[in-house]
């Protein structure tokens, strides 16, 4: 790989731990945060508009380049803050906040994607690449915690969104050091949990399911291999569950979700989707009411990806937004490059996917790691088709 390019990748990942080491090693908010997320963003677009001029980029690509577009336009032509004043209320907000976290979701698989089918990169970089952001989501999850603490005994930390993000590097770290590996791997499990974030557990839970049926599927079944899977999805649920059970605060949430339902999302939910649905203008029904417009309705973001795209930019939002993961499967699926980068583009697809149900997908900027990881992937896979050609040219 050229050093230009591995020069740029690694300057996008100190870029982005340096914002989020604000709080930790100088003040939040501060203009080093600003001036990175900065350069980071202008990288990003850098490397989208180099992206836009290629003709040979796969559907999903093309697909994610009109996403960002519309985002874009959506941004552009939007009053540029936003009241909530009703049911949550979270008063005056301004609507590049959640312009920003798209920008740096969507342009961080930009960055590698197009970077990587130039010059290929090896495991090893990307098996850095796991261990550093492995560190710096430990690190946000003690500060996040810590900080909580000093307001409530009792809470929910977000930053364990920040550990499932890590979880499709655990395939490239168990490939070079399987110890390691399942040490990091126990560590994220406990920590999620800690986190008591119900979805971010479910993202576990249905990550940790997938690699082991996927090593299965791609291995030759053998009753040793059957026994060992099965020895290591009871330890794990084992642990998981005195994990859970140990965790009085997180048993209460579960205990309230099933005599409850999810609360007050559920009423949201309902009153976004009655909005939606019972739009007479049929420009703001197939193309929505602008940027962060959830806020107005409900007065709060919809902490759901389809109900914001319904909101915010209509029917022919949600239909592309549905499309892309539709694409991105299809991709995946016909990849040659290796089981291990296969794996690993599933797992940041499935995370991407439950994330969209019941939180936010694109609208967080917490989900770089594994779109970064997912556009290193799918420019490895393209690198390689282009080289294999080029081989049987000559």
Request: aromatic share 16%.
């Amino acid at each position: 790989m050229s050093a230009k390019t591995i020069n740029f990748l690694n300057i996008a990942l100190i870029l982005f731990v340096i914002y989020f080491l604000q709080g930790i090693l100088y003040p939040s908010g501060s203009i080093i945060s600003q001036t990175v997320l900065l350069l980071f963003l202008i990288i990003g677009l850098f490397c989208y508009l180099k992206t836009v001029l290629r003709l040979d980029n796969p559907s999903f690509v093309k697909l994610f380049i009109l996403f960002y577009a519309i985002l874009l336009i959506t941004f552009l032509v939007s009053p540029k803050t936003v009241i909530g004043d009703k049911n949550e209320a979270i008063g005056i907000v301004s609507t590049f906040g959640q312009f920003k976290e798209i920008s740096a979701f969507v342009l961080s698989f930009f960055i590698s994607y197009i970077l990587v089918r130039k010059k290929d990169i090896d495991d090893v970089h990307v098996w850095w690449f796991g261990i550093i952001i492995f560190i710096l989501s430990i690190l946000r999850f003690f500060f996040s915690r810590d900080l909580l603490a000093e307001e409530n005994e009792m809470f929910t930390n977000n930053a364990g969104y920040f550990l499932v993000a890590t979880v499709p590097y655990i395939p490239f770290i168990i490939k070079k050091k399987k110890v390691l590996g399942a040490v990091i791997a126990v560590i994220l499990s406990a920590l999620i949990i800690a986190s008591a974030k119900r979805g971010a557990i479910v993202c576990l839970m249905v990550s940790l399911a997938f690699m082991m049926f996927y090593y299965l599927k791609s291995h030759k079944i053998t009753f040793k291999r059957v026994f060992a899977i099965l020895l290591l999805l009871a330890a794990a649920a084992t642990f998981i569950y005195y994990s859970i059970e140990s965790n009085e605060y997180l048993m209460s949430r579960i205990e309230k979700t099933q005599s409850e339902g999810i609360g007050q999302r559920s009423i949201a939910y309902v009153a976004l989707w009655n909005h939606w649905s019972s739009d007479t203008n049929l420009f703001t029904f197939l193309f929505g009411n602008g940027m962060a417009q959830t806020i107005t309705v409900w007065g709060n973001y919809a902490h759901n990806d389809w109900l914001e795209l319904l909101i915010d930019n209509g029917l022919a939002g949600v239909v592309i937004y549905l499309m892309l993961f539709v694409l991105a499967f299809m991709y995946i699926r016909k990849m040659n490059i290796g089981r291990l980068y296969k794996l690993s583009a599933y797992l940041c697809l499935i995370i991407w996917f439950l994330k969209t149900v019941f939180s936010m997908g694109y609208t967080s900027m917490m989900n770089v790691m594994f779109c970064f990881l997912l556009g290193l992937i799918i420019g490895k896979n393209e690198f390689a088709k282009r080289n294999y050609i080029r081989n049987a040219v000559k």
